[in-house]
């Protein structure tokens, strides 16, 4: 099975531009969750997706955006690029299901985008 | 609001030396708890995970971790490392209540295992 793929890998943007990152889950997960990873912030939490609805979200402004497909893919939007945007953006897709909203589930992650803002 | 620490931010070994990793999370609620590894150039990998039922979890790799649920922790340990085991390790929660797969991760631990 292949695993969570994201592009692009690299992308190098300027302050004040917007951007998108595209996220493939496993085939057949349902539920995608973004994350930021910084050396100053660790590993954060943006938001998740389960069945094209936002289920959960982080504590980030609302410049940070997402939206899934019918498909499970997803994409997460960042608009007025910031300095301090500048991290390495992860997906991960899990097998969560609705009628087990309570229980726990594996997340694989996928290698990530790296986002430099200059 | 749920958090994570890792108490050791470095950690450098000798092939063959135990290991063990500490994590205590606040969150008064039932949690699900993993360790993943980020080994260098790598994505992030699970290590290990508990749900419920054994607190003695194994894991990949010779790994395995001991939920105390009156200290609140979830400590990493491995019996002997190897040169491989080189690598960031995050531990993260999940609290059952907030629903869906936001984790919360720790700090992270970087170690080094000298040949």
């Known amino acids: 099975k292949a695993g969570v793929t994201q592009t692009p890998r690299y992308l190098i943007k300027t302050r004040g531009q917007q951007v998108t990152l595209s996220c493939s889950p496993i085939?057949?997960?349902?539920?995608v969750s973004w994350y930021q990873q910084t050396p100053g912030q660790g590993l954060q939490f943006l938001f998740e997706?389960?069945?094209?609805?936002?289920?959960n979200k982080g504590n980030f402004p609302g410049r940070f955006s997402g939206r899934q497909f019918s498909n499970s893919r997803s994409e997460m939007n960042v608009s007025t690029l910031e300095l301090g945007d500048s991290a390495l953006y992860l997906c991960?897709?899990?097998?969560?299901?609705?009628?087990?909203?309570?229980?726990?589930?594996?997340?694989?992650f996928g290698p990530g985008t790296r986002l430099t803002v200059t | 609001a749920q958090s994570v620490s890792q108490h050791n931010h470095h950690v450098i070994l000798s092939e063959a030396a135990s290991l063990e990793l500490g994590c205590n999370y606040s969150y008064g609620g039932t949690v699900n708890l993993f360790w993943y590894v980020q080994y260098p150039g790598q994505h992030l990998q699970l290590l290990l995970k508990?749900?419920?039922?054994?607190?003695l979890v194994k894991g990949i790799k010779g790994f395995e971790a001991e939920f105390i649920k009156s200290k609140f922790s979830f400590n990493l340990r491995k019996p002997s490392v190897q040169w491989s085991d080189t690598a960031e390790y995050f531990c993260?929660?999940?609290?059952?209540?907030?629903?869906?797969?936001?984790?919360?991760f720790g700090g992270g631990t970087r170690l080094m295992v000298k040949p």
């Open positions: 997706y389960f069945s094209e609805t936002q289920r």
């Open positions: 993260a929660v999940n609290a059952r209540q907030s629903g869906g797969n936001m984790l919360t």
């Open positions: 991960a897709s899990s097998t969560r299901r609705d009628t087990d909203f309570l229980a726990g589930y594996e997340q694989y």
């Open positions: 508990y749900f419920s039922g054994d607190p």
């Open positions: 085939s057949g997960h349902r539920s």
